[in-house]
């Protein structure tokens, strides 16, 4: 058989890399970036390019697994389904609805099925008990988002393609191909950004890849940025350049923030962030002299005790420094599917309304409909009669992902039942009673439906399957419906196809009816004629697409985006440069963009609080991570773990002397939650007082079926973090700044 070539989008990260396949007898033969496609233009990690060994891998889930005595046994979907029905319904009839607790993982964020069909089976599940990985991620940024701007995606991303000074805190987008900034070879940008005169400065406890394409680097005492921000802030206003500029009439608070910024002088914040007071008055009047700057902050903002506040913080300095919504500066993306900030009408919206309900033991607040994964465990342990006794997770590994993992895995192992949306047995998924396997991701079609609306431009790119299905591993949205066929009471052989039209005809219906539609008026059973013979996530996404900003209206709008129209466009289509959105992008109910939202206000005195802390000598813990990797899930892949060990603990020399550590020998790390031996590694990369792990290793556990990720099994440093650590904001856990103690092993 002569090869052909295939192109699809890759999903393993958000930067949404087009990948060019070259496939022979039902096998991919070469993996390259597609130099055509419209955001990427070549570009491929290692990763991407290691996506054919993830799919041999031998110990990837190919068949339904239910547990048995001895341990899992292969079984048949029917056996499975049957094994779900018998066991999960009772259990909910007893115990009410909330009694199931659900976990979403990563992955499946950048799956095009659970994307689409998650939020359907959440809602016939009826439980409050809703966790995701947004909690031990970017949920801060998204309540900051939320009070500012009114929903949770409506997050500014730097415009790095025409900026001329980017001020980075908290992201090592050299390692992690950047986040809430899809962005493509950030390396080719950040270079880009100095050849035209600009300036990249990066802050961060550790002199990353990221800082070492930088023009400057400054080391931060950990969970210390917002008092950084604040006294960036306390300059522009103390020197009389805070000026929204284009956006002071769609704006509300720039006083406010004035005041609240009164006490944060670089004076006053130097010793609690390390950063000499005349240092961060250049760092503001250098970004306030810039033409046009970006201020962007990621994990290490967010997965901080003040989260919100930073992530606030840094729009905030883009506001006053005229940077908000405007080219070169942050800018909210158009994504062409399925965004709610791209239907409606500016001010038309109640807003975000956060607090709806709470956990049962530490009545901490949902936000944007989850509850904080920081209290998983407990809700299962510590709840009594209203707790949580099964446990559904999607493509998710909390054992690992999550805080104070021994806890967690205790709780999980104690639960009734647990069913796993899956394609591993892992350190998570070895706790279920059935696991489902997820498809490979070149055996299914692909759409990104929620990074584009993160991304630097407005594109669209669907991806058909590079492979045939793997024979008896059907789409995840099947799994998915079928799971809800079970729930519903249609029991374990309902008919997908009957649910999917149904959830197909109220998406439309929901389409016609939403304020601002784009397509009011239009004709309901026409429109469901129209996606004629699709199903699945295709039929949505092409009534998304054709209903959205760029969609053709189903024939309203000649040469609009539809499927189709993606279909024959494998490079996918570039619908421009980020514009201007402000103020039709608001969803606050004032229509404006709220600068200093109450609630975040009031969490300032517990900022004002740390001012006066001082260092006690002890070391605190941070996370990292390593272009090879990708959470807790790609260890299994030989090509991308072998070589030196990736998970060490980097300790600065100066430590390293103080606590009798030596580089390559073996350390205890201990917080109050638990302990892990470790390799130390010396270096000067790492600011004194800090210790750098990175999270999603410690596969040496019994049960898992990992042949390779258990030799290179690493140590897992959410077993050092702590459950009871979170802003209180946003719930979102502390991962990073958590006070630890080193020891040589003996
Ligand atoms: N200490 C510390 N902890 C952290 C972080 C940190 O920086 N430091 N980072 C946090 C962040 S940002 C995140 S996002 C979380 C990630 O947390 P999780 O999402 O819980 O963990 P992942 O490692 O992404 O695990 C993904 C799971 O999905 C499965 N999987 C992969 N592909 C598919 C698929 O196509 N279908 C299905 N059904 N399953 C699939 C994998 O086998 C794995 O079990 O970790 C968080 N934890
Ligand atoms: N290769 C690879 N790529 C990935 C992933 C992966 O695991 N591996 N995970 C994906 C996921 S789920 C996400 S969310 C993104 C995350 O993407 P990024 O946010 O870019 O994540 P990191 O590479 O961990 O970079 C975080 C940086 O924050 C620093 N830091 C820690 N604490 C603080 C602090 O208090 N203040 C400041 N200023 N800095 C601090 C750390 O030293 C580190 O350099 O990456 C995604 N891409
Ligand atoms: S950078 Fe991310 S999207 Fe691009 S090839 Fe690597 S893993 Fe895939
Ligand atoms: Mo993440």
């Not at 910024?261 to 609690?272: L, Q």
């Not at 999917?500 to 309901?524: C, I, K, M, N, T």
């Not at 429109?527 to 697409?545: K, N, T, V, W």
Request: charged share 25%; proline share 7%; hydrophobic share 40%.
């Amino acid at each position: 058989m002569p090869s052909s070539l295939k192109y699809a989008t890759c999903p393993l990260c958000e930067a949404t890399c087009g990948l060019e396949f070259t496939v022979q007898d039902g096998a991919v033969t070469r993996i390259r970036g597609d130099a055509d496609d419209v955001l990427s233009h070549g570009f491929i990690c290692p990763k991407g390019a290691s996506l054919a060994d993830l799919d041999a891998d031998p110990d990837r889930v190919r068949t339904p697994l239910v547990k048995a005595a001895g341990g899992f046994e292969p079984a048949t979907w029917d056996e499975a389904f049957a094994e779900i029905d018998r066991r999960l319904p009772p259990l909910l009839e007893r115990h009410g609805r909330d009694a199931l607790g659900v976990y979403v993982g990563n992955p499946a964020a950048h799956n095009f099925s659970s994307i689409l069909y998650g939020r359907v089976l959440l809602k016939a599940l009826g439980t409050r008990n809703i966790f995701t990985a947004s909690t031990v991620d970017q949920m801060p940024k998204q309540v900051s988002a939320g009070h500012m701007f009114g929903t949770a995606l409506s997050v500014p991303i730097p415009d790095v393609d025409r900026t001329d000074h980017l001020l980075i805190l908290g992201a090592n987008p050299l390692a992690s191909n950047g986040s809430l900034m899809t962005a493509p070879d950030m390396r080719g940008r950040l270079r880009a950004i100095r050849a035209r005169g600009g300036k990249v400065v990066v802050v961060d406890p550790r002199f990353s890849r990221t800082a070492q394409e930088a023009d400057e680097h400054h080391f931060i005492r950990p969970g210390t940025d917002a008092l950084l921000l604040f006294a960036m802030a306390n300059v522009f206003f103390a020197e009389g350049f805070a000026d929204p500029g284009r956006l002071t009439e769609h704006l509300n608070g720039l006083d406010d923030v004035g005041a609240l910024a009164r006490d944060f002088t670089p004076e006053a914040v130097a010793d609690a962030t390390g950063i000499g007071a005349g240092e961060i008055r250049r760092l503001a009047r250098e970004l306030g002299a810039a033409r046009r700057a970006a201020v962007y902050g990621r994990i290490g903002t967010c997965t901080q005790e003040f989260g919100t506040l930073a992530s606030w913080l840094v729009d905030v300095l883009n506001a006053i420094t005229g940077n908000l919504d405007r080219e070169g500066g942050a800018m909210f993306t158009r994504a062409a599917a399925g965004q709610s900030n791209s239907s409606g009408t500016a001010g038309s919206d109640r807003g975000y309304q956060p607090g709806r309900w709470a956990t049962r033991v530490r009545e901490l607040p949902e936000a944007f409909g989850e509850l904080p994964v920081a209290a998983l465990a407990e809700e299962i342990d510590s709840a009594g009669e209203d707790g949580i006794r099964a446990m559904l997770t999607m493509a998710g590994n909390p054992a690992v992902s999550a805080p104070n993992s021994g806890r967690l895995e205790a709780a999980l192992e104690s639960l009734d039942f647990m069913v796993s949306l899956d394609v591993y047995v892992n350190e998570t998924t070895r706790h279920a009673d059935v696991i489902l396997p997820g498809t490979s991701p070149l055996r299914r079609s692909h759409y990104d439906v929620a990074l584009y609306q993160l991304a630097i431009r407005n594109v669209a790119n669907y991806s058909e399957p590079v492979l045939e299905p793997d024979p008896g591993v059907p789409d995840e949205w099947r799994t998915i419906l079928r799971l809800t066929g079970i729930v519903t009471g249609q029991g374990p052989d309902a008919d997908v196809e009957a649910i999917d039209d149904f959830v197909a005809a109220e998406a439309v219906r929901r389409e016609l009816g939403a304020p601002g539609s784009r397509l009011q008026g239009a004709d309901g059973e026409a429109i469901a004629a129209e996606l004629g013979d699709r199903q699945g996530p295709e039929r949505l996404l092409d009534l998304l697409l054709r209903a959205g900003p760029y969609g053709d209206r189903f024939g309203e709008a000649t040469g609009g985006l539809t499927l189709r129209g993606l279909e024959d466009r494998p490079h996918g289509v570039d619908l421009g440069p980020l514009e201007p959105r402000i103020p039709d992008v608001l969803r606050t109910p004032s229509g404006k963009v709220e600068l200093a939202p109450e609630p975040i206000a009031a969490d300032v005195e517990r900022l004002r609080a740390a001012l006066d802390r001082e260092s006690n000598g002890h070391m605190v813990l941070i996370g990292r991570r390593h272009l090879r990797s990708n959470n807790s899930w790609m260890h299994n892949v030989e090509k991308l773990v072998k070589g030196p060990a990736r998970c060490t603990a980097q300790v600065h020399p100066d430590d390293a002397g103080r606590l009798g550590l030596s580089d390559g020998e073996p350390a205890r790390v201990t917080s109050s939650s638990g302990g892990i031996e470790i390799t130390v590694e010396v270096t000067e990369d790492v600011m004194p007082g800090v210790v750098s792990i990175p999270h999603g290793w410690g596969h040496d556990v019994p049960g898992i079926e990992l042949g390779v990720a258990s030799e290179h099994a690493g140590a897992n440093s959410n077993r050092l973090s702590r459950e009871d650590l979170i802003d209180p904001l946003s719930g979102n856990a502390v991962l990073n700044g958590i006070p630890v103690e080193l020891a040589p092993v003996a």
